[in-house]
């Protein structure tokens, strides 16, 4: 089972769609937890912070989706 490919073939494997699945996990829980926190603080410079921390969460979480939309393919 230890093929050597020339080209790596543009798929997803089942261990690679529970990795994604996972860290799409971590960062929806991160995402929504920031924006939470963001609702409970008054300091400008720490909800700033927050904002900032949810905005990478969230563009995290865009690019786990566009993956899994391309289905492993690749568009070059």
Do not use: R
């Amino acid at each position: 089972m230890n093929e050597q490919y020339e080209v790596v073939p543009n798929i997803i494997s089942c261990k690679d769609l529970d990795y994604l699945s996972d860290m799409f996990n971590w960062n929806y829980s991160a995402y929504k937890n920031s924006l939470s926190a963001t609702n409970n603080v008054s300091d400008e410079n720490l909800k700033e912070t927050l904002n900032k921390c949810s905005e990478a969460f969230k563009n995290s979480m865009n690019e786990i989706i566009n993956i899994l939309n391309e289905g492993g393919t690749s568009n070059e």
